[in-house]
């Protein structure tokens, strides 16, 4: 039987075992609702990368550039962190670069062993969960968390998606169960569960209260975001 995890923070992707395995990486607020949603509205492709240098340099070189850092644009780029900046009808057959201070890094973390990584959300959940149900390999949820920290709003994604596959895939071990259990008690008000937790708070500071309710929706876009060579792109 396929076999579902959940790793916690990117800090201990290492250790997880990646062969065979797709990664599923998921930053709610905001990198990968962010993707998710540029990809809905017709964005060609986005090259995730670790740092606001390497995002600059494909500035330079005539890419859309998105930059986050502490929850806020890095001055001189193109396009923040907010879902909403990925609606922008302009952005439509273009190729975006893109750097986050959690999301990207674990995409670059889980690229040199997995044998897929895909982008996962609430905003796609479904379409995620039924690829995953389709292919012969063992599951990872990295969730991005925040600075090295796990945070709760992506461990609740993790559940979730262990939730839907726990009849096709072996839960074996505990970050996955906790996960789960974390989601079967949040499912009925994922916002009010999550009123308490750091990044709320952190993006309440920032006034960015309408990114919060709209990356907890489910099942907005049919989308599947996957990792080919430096780039995302829709399956």
């Known amino acids: 039987m396929k076999n579902i995890d959940v790793c916690l923070s990117p800090e201990l992707i290492h250790l997880h075992n990646l062969n065979n395995t797709i990664v599923v990486v998921t930053d709610i607020f905001r990198a990968t609702s962010c993707m998710v949603t540029g990809f809905a509205h017709g964005v060609k492709s986005i090259i995730p990368v670790a740092t606001v240098e390497e995002c600059k340099k494909l500035q330079e070189s005539g890419f859309i550039a998105a930059a986050e850092r502490n929850a806020s644009k890095v001055e001189g780029f193109d396009?923040?962190?907010?879902?909403?900046?990925?609606?922008?009808?302009?952005?439509?057959?273009?190729?975006?670069?893109?750097?986050?201070?959690?999301?990207?890094?674990?995409?670059?973390?889980?690229k040199p062993t997995a044998i897929k990584v895909l982008v996962?959300?609430?905003?796609?959940?479904?379409?995620?969960?039924?690829?995953?149900?389709?292919?012969?390999?063992?599951?990872?949820?990295?969730?991005?968390?925040?600075?090295?920290?796990?945070?709760?709003?992506?461990?609740?994604?993790?559940?979730?998606?262990?939730?839907?596959?726990?009849?096709?895939?072996?839960?074996?071990?505990?970050?996955?169960?906790?996960?789960?259990?974390?989601?079967?008690?949040?499912q009925a008000n994922l916002l009010g569960y999550l009123m308490n937790s750091s990044h709320i708070r952190r993006l309440q500071g920032l006034g960015i209260h309408k990114d919060i309710n709209y990356c907890l929706q489910k099942d907005l876009y049919d989308v599947v975001p996957i990792l080919r060579g430096n780039e995302l792109v829709i399956l």
């Not at 962190?81 to 973390?109: C, H, Q, V, W, Y």
């Not at 063992?138 to 609740?156: H, M, R």
Request: with cysteine; charged share 20%.
């Open 79 to 110: 396009l923040d962190n907010s879902p909403f900046s990925f609606m922008d009808e302009r952005l439509a057959g273009n190729k975006i670069a893109m750097t986050t201070t959690n999301g990207t890094l674990s995409i670059t973390k889980a």
């Open 120 to 186: 996962g959300a609430f905003l796609n959940i479904g379409a995620i969960v039924n690829y995953l149900k389709s292919q012969p390999y063992d599951v990872l949820i990295l969730c991005a968390g925040w600075k090295g920290k796990p945070n709760l709003e992506d461990t609740l994604f993790a559940g979730a998606v262990t939730e839907a596959l726990k009849d096709d895939f072996f839960v074996s071990e505990d970050s996955a169960i906790l996960a789960m259990r974390a989601y079967q008690q949040a």
